[in-house]
């Protein structure tokens, strides 16, 4: 069975269909794309995987458990974790607090623990601090680990919301357009950080790009969105050289 | 017969409501801030009318229009100084404690100037009102000519933002401020222009106020600024219309509270009713749903 | 790395305490050697008072990034609800336990208020939650104002109308007497359970901070969408901070109503004009600055008072100091300016502009 499963998903807002019967099939493990002009609805269908906003039809089913309309806390819970097109980190705390939030429900303690300094605040936070470092080191942030999220260089704030991400410990990972704004040598250096976190996590991950280098390099399969509508998907080598995806992107 | 007296009156201090929710209104739908000291420069005008008509001895006519003036640039210096440099702020809260901070220089300037004690405000409406139903309905010459001039208003502010460029470009403003500057419209001028003319109505509500309750202190127009603004958000803020029907249903429904329940909770009825419509409508009766973008 | 962090913010703790308690002991010595004037000797428990409410607000503002205007309501609401228990119970209870549990109870009441208070308003965002926590502040004083409580051999009897129409029998006395408020409540707040109290909030607030719940509560203020999707509960944790803030704030008004003889709900005391009193010490000592919260309540409650002729331009200067801190602060030209000619940016490496 398929980890992510999404069938006739769509949305309206007021008269338009921003995502319109969009199916998709993902096996664990895999890393897929999905690719599509600019206001194909990429980001509206990870809004809808989240929660952020509510199908007017359709079923998500993760894991086997339909998680259709929950609430974005809810669908975290349940195993999804995404990043932003423009990057929202948590801008007044640290990097290491930044990783440490997304640890929050994996971690238990309770407030008074927390105000009374109670043993369980001190051996939990320890074991969260480790965690997190474990995962800055992923991607090579333990040195900047007390520093300002805000002061990150852009590419290094890219990596953070990553790491945070999998801090949830999540089955699915969303990420949207994550070479946005990189030089072609942090693009290169993104593509292994992927490939990596797939194969040590064992990850799953769907991906929004726009830069086709990276596509082409790291995807597996993809699926290619164009006013809203499934245009085509399959095999990454085959999807890209589909003369209706040419056009697509570069009009007739 | 009382209820329909009841009835004129609120309508009468829904319309100042009313004067002064256009101001916020307008400002929140373009400048996207809440101009807490917005109540402060009705009472500006206020003094501006009492010095010159009372203290100075000049015809009320110069009073009103120097004291608009005063508002206007008044409103347009506030915003230069005060609120334009943090347009642009990470934090929405700054614009805020900011405008707090304004109301607050406004009231004690004011306090330095004039004392702390209430200057009996003369009213500008010499014309002692209608009679009806033999004598039961008495209708005073400042209610009529209140609820007149915020008819006027209403319509001459609906007509400017429909029919002028500088109207259309307001709508533009509050619409998508990028892409108003794209289509070549002066944001900065635009927005400096809306604080005008909210200012300048801020004037004129100040002096029908005071006209109304003739008690002029420092603090006058910080409570029924505060109501106006329940009033913009009753009615949609960002709304025109909306401003108006709060403005009206506000007055209309204190005065009844002071009337029926009782005249300590009256206060406490209208900011009763801000909070069960925020829960109910947070937009209000007019207003329209904005989502976040994500 | 991570150790030294933890030191770094441990030490700052650290100072904070200190400084309280460093202040309490000169004050001590110069009450002892019989230096203080009866004016500054009076403002002791005010002090205190003040500083409460400034580290509690700045709990809602700075920490949780809410403005709230109707701090003073939850203050009030501790006040009075401390001050109707010990009236009550002023001859039943020794004076030591008495006041402990009017602690408690004050500190309860606004907390109930709070989340009250809290659970529809939260919802709302920025300017909207401002207005509407300053209508329930001035709804509070409104209503205690019309509130009319006696006590007889009856129970207990309310009226929104005036004290004759409790109708109690002869014997029964009126707790609470409307605008006239609540009179001979015990003088039970000293200086020395003041500054215990000012301990205990900064201990609770700062420790919360750097907890589970407070990174949590950081998170909601930096960024709710990113916060939501990493499964952080957005309404538990802001409810959390502000009933936290709202029950400090009570625990300030229990202090404050213990001080006087005569306890009435004015514009004054719990109106918007403290609530903005108390807006001003958190922005001058610095927003979600915790020990510049304190300071700022005493040097701007202090500073009038030693310059009397400054006391009448007190709001004045409030008003300007505000908006001054304001501009500074947080302009984007400001900041940018202040960036580029600080000292420490001239040494330090350039760091990339922040993603957008």
Known sequence: MALLEVQNLSISFGGLRAVDNFNIQIEKGQLYGLIGPNGAGKTTVFNLLTGVYKPTEGIITLDGENITGKKTIDINKAGIARTFQNIRLFKELSVLDNVKVGLHNNYHYGTISGILRLPSYSKTEKIMDEKAMELLKVFDLDKEASTLAANLPYGKQRKLEIARALATNPKLLLLDEPAAGMNPNETLELMETIHFVRDHFNMTILLIEHDMKLVSGICEELTVLNFGKVLTHGKTSDVLNDPQVITAYLGE | ?294 | MKMKELNKTTKSNLITYALVIITYIIVQIILESGHMSSLMEGLLVPLCTYVILAVSLNLTVGILGELSLGHAGFMCVGAFSSAFFSKCTAELLPSGLRFFLAILIGAAVAALFGMLVGIPVLRLKGDYLAIVTLAFGEIIKNLVNVLYIGIDENGMHFSTKDSISLGLQPGGKTIINGAQGISGTPNDSTFTIGIILVLITLFIVLNLVHSRDGRAIMAIRDNRIAAESVGINITKYKLMAFTISAALAGVAGVLYAHNLSTLTALPKNFGYNMSITILVFVVLGGIGNIRGSVIAAVVLTLLPELLRELNDYRMLIYAIVLIAMMLFNSSPKAIAFREKYSLKKLFAKKSAKEGK
């Not at chain 2, 307001?170 to 289509?183: F, H, I, R, T």
């Not at chain 2, 007055?251 to 206060?267: P, R």
Request: aromatic share 8%; hydrophobic share 55%; with cysteine.
């Open chain 2, 1 to 294: 017969m009382s209820f329909i007296s009841y009835l004129i009156n609120g309508i009468s201090l829904g319309s100042v409501y009313a004067i002064i929710a256009l101001g916020y209104t307008m400002v929140y739908g373009i400048a996207k801030m809440l101009n807490f000291a917005h109540g402060d420069v009705i009472m500006v005008g206020a003094f501006a009318v009492f010095t010159i008509v009372s203290t100075l001895g000049m015809p009320i006519r110069l009073g009103i229009i120097v004291s608009i003036l005063i508002c206007t640039v008044l409103g347009v210096v506030i915003e230069r100084v005060a609120y334009k440099p943090l347009r642009n702020a990470a934090s929405p809260l700054a614009v805020l404690i900011t405008a707090i901070g304004v109301s607050y220089l406004l009231q004690n300037v004011a306090l330095l100037i004039f004392g702390a004690n209430a200057k009996s405000f003369t009213s500008v409406v010499s014309w002692s009102g209608i009679k009806l139903a033999d004598g039961q309905l008495n209708i005073s010459g400042v209610t009529i000519v209140t609820i007149l001039a915020c008819i006027v208003i209403m319509i001459a502010l609906t007509l400017f933002i429909n029919k002028t460029k500088a109207g259309q470009a307001m709508l533009a403003v509050s619409e998508d401020k990028g892409a108003a500057q794209l289509m070549g419209i002066n944001v900065n001028g635009t927005i400096a222009l809306t604080f005008a003319i909210g200012s300048a109505l801020a004037a004129i509500a100040g002096v029908l106020l005071c006209s109304a309750y003739p008690s002029l202190t420092p603090y006058t127009g910080s409570m029924p600024g505060i109501k106006a603004f329940v009033a913009a958000v009753l009615g949609g803020i960002g709304s025109i219309p909306g401003a108006m029907i709060g403005g009206i249903l506000l007055g209309v429904i204190e005065i009844f509270g002071k009337a029926y329940i009782s005249s300590q909770m009256a206060d406490a009825i209208v900011f009763a009713v801000l909070i069960v419509v925020l829960l109910v409508k947070p937009t209000g009766i007019l207003g329209k749903n904005i989502q976040e973008k994500v």
